[in-house]
């Protein structure tokens, strides 16, 4: 027991112990400079009644996420599935999906930066021969966050390496019984992959959409959460108001309101989970 | 959809069963050369911009080979700020972290999964449970209290944590690994003796080389790119590491793109390189973590 004793202390200082703190610091107007008062449920109300900025970066997160979440599932999950095609030369293949991934992500921010150029940048310098208008990307209001999407999907190595371990685990006889029963690749696919590898959709969905919430470096570095306020993820916001504003009785509000939120998001993925994910040991 | 169709498929088809078979693989390499390009382009137009001169980047539509080589826009970038301090800085932090990280999470994996206490699984369910906590929500309380005890500036906000089992995902990594390990070697050394550290020192420890290895390069790789954490705790810039100094660096040089490519690709290329020769911890690593879980 003594031998867990610094992972349960660490559990203690580093996550329960702030988390009741941040609670109690969200119901004070605790300002780095002057002396904290209670204000009791103040800094809540006016979250969720009175700051334009609030709702905004919420909107603007969740468009993040309901763009990038399930279109980084799709790609991950099809390169997995075509990678367990037993094809020669897997380990070259994996090897580059998973390269981005390690890129450290202020550097992946500079790259894109200079890849959304809109005069010189790559992706434009391939899409004008195409017939394509030239795009602002993040320098526009309606492309900042599309581009931002994209830009995540050039990040789904884990997602898709845990894929493939989950594809990997299928009997190879359920596959054969659909041979015998005549059926196509795609009734493999509807019938025997999909339904296979519901567990590992879960845990991949569950997994990106805490994280997806929570993405900063990339608004902070490339965009600054603009332009006009129409990349402000919430945790950008959270940081401006805490790091920027100094005002960390309010920003431990806006903390706990996202707790509460991706708390709520996980606690309705799993119950939903009990009508489509099936687990071949129960 | 019809329960009739999967009959119909049967039916001998003009390419036969081989054909397709033959057809799908090819169709599966179009798309992986296809995915590999897209995923590459990105970093060849890195490298490709790191040696150009500023006139040829600003070509439209854009060359791929830069000419001439511009070699000396490394040496440019890297000394424009001082990158080589900024590379020792970010050592100074990612060393005395892995050590911590590797030691208290290889005790905690132990205690957790060898030794039995009563209530351990469910402790260790409640640790799990951090997994799932937005770190927006310790990010404020634990920066008040650094600051209150006056270590703003230093790197104990960065490396201290991680001496008390670091990320409970590598407690969690460590522990799925010794789980697969034989009991057995645990009790014969304890009849020859051995108190339980020594189980861990000399048995487990040396059959677990490989997930001690990938949770080391896990750790050294959060801490190579972290930017949250020394942004918060670091205002000096004698104490920058690689990621503040690139941000600091892109902040100055705007539009110096060749620049800021160069100074990118070597903030790059240890990590890619590290990947490429250890990639197999890994894969590895997060295989184990991602079934089982």
């Known amino acids: ?282 | 959809m019809s329960a009739a169709e999967p009959v119909k498929a049967s039916a001998p088809s003009r390419l036969g069963r081989t054909g397709r078979a033959r057809f799908g693989a090819l169709c599966a390499y179009a798309l992986l050369l296809t995915g590999s390009v897209v995923m590459l382009i990105p970093l060849v137009w890195l490298v490709r911009s790191s040696f150009m001169g500023l006139g040829q980047i600003f070509i439209f539509p854009p060359e791929w080979i830069p000419d001439p080589w511009q070699w000396d826009n490394y040496p440019k970038a890297l000394t424009t700020i001082p990158f080589v301090r900024y590379f020792f800085n970010t050592l100074f932090i990612l060393v005395p972290t892995v050590v911590g990280t590797v030691i208290t999470a290889a005790l905690a994996a132990f205690g957790f999964s060898r030794l039995s206490w009563p209530g351990r699984d469910w402790v260790f369910g409640v640790l799990l449970s951090a997994l799932m906590l937005p770190y927006a929500v310790t990010l404020i309380p634990t920066f008040l209290l650094w600051a209150r005890i006056g270590l703003i500036n230093t790197y104990w906000p960065l490396v201290l944590p991680d001496w008390f089992g670091g990320s409970i995902f590598y407690v969690f990594l460590l522990r799925q690994f010794f789980l697969t390990l034989p009991r057995e070697l645990d009790e014969a050394a304890i009849i020859d003796g051995a108190n339980p550290l020594q189980v861990l020192r000399h048995v487990v420890v040396p059959l677990s080389r490989p997930a001690l290895i990938t949770v080391a390069i896990f750790t050294a790789l959060f801490e190579w790119n972290d930017f949250l954490g020394p942004l918060i705790y670091l205002n000096d810039s004698r104490q920058f590491t690689l990621a503040l100094g690139l941000a600091e660096f892109t902040g100055l040089y705007t539009s110096q793109w060749h620049l800021l490519m160069a100074a990118s690709t070597v903030v790059i290329a240890p990590v890619l390189v590290l990947f490429l020769f250890a990639q197999r911890y890994f894969i590895e690593g997060i295989t184990l973590t991602g079934i089982k879980a």
């Not at chain 1, 609670?23 to 002057?34: E, K, S």
């Not at chain 1, 099809?78 to 897997?90: T, W």
Request: net charge positive; hydrophobic share 55%; proline share 6%.
């Open chain 1, 1 to 282: 027991m003594a031998c867990a004793a610094p992972a349960v202390l660490g559990f203690v200082f580093w996550q329960l112990g702030p988390i009741v703190a941040s609670l109690l610091i969200a119901l004070t107007d605790w300002r780095i400079a002057a002396t904290p008062n209670w204000i009791g449920l103040d800094n809540f109300q006016q979250i969720l009644t009175g700051d334009r900025l609030f709702r905004k970066s919420l909107g603007v997160t969740a468009y993040y996420a309901l763009g990038s979440v399930p279109l980084r599932l799709l790609a991950a999950f099809v390169l997995a599935v075509l990678l367990n095609q037993k094809i020669r030369g897997l380990p070259i293949f994996r090897t580059i999906f998973y390269l981005p991934s390690i890129v450290p992500l202020i550097a992946s921010s500079v790259l894109w930066i200079w890849l959304f150029n809109p005069d010189f940048g790559l992706l434009n310098a391939i899409l004008t021969p195409l017939g394509v208008p030239r795009l602002q990307w993040i320098y526009g209001t309606r492309t900042v966050i599309p581009a931002l999407i994209l830009m995540s999907m050039w990040d789904i190595g884990p997602m898709m390496i845990i894929f493939l371990a989950g594809l990997q685990g299928v009997p190879r006889q359920f596959y054969e019984a659909v041979e015998i029963d005549g059926g196509n690749p795609w009734h493999k696919m509807r019938h025997v992959t999909i339904p296979m590898v519901t567990p590992t959709i879960l845990f991949n969905l569950i997994l990106s959409v805490i994280g997806t919430m929570q993405t900063f470096v990339q608004a902070y570095v490339m965009t600054e959460g603009g332009p006009d306020n129409a990349s402000l993820l919430y945790v950008l916001y959270l940081y401006n108001k805490a790091f920027e504003q100094s005002q960390m009785g309010y920003a431990s509000a806006l903390a706990w309101v996202l707790f509460v939120i991706i708390a709520g998001l996980s606690v309705l993925l799993f119950r939903s989970s009990s009508r489509w994910v099936y687990y071949a040991g129960r």
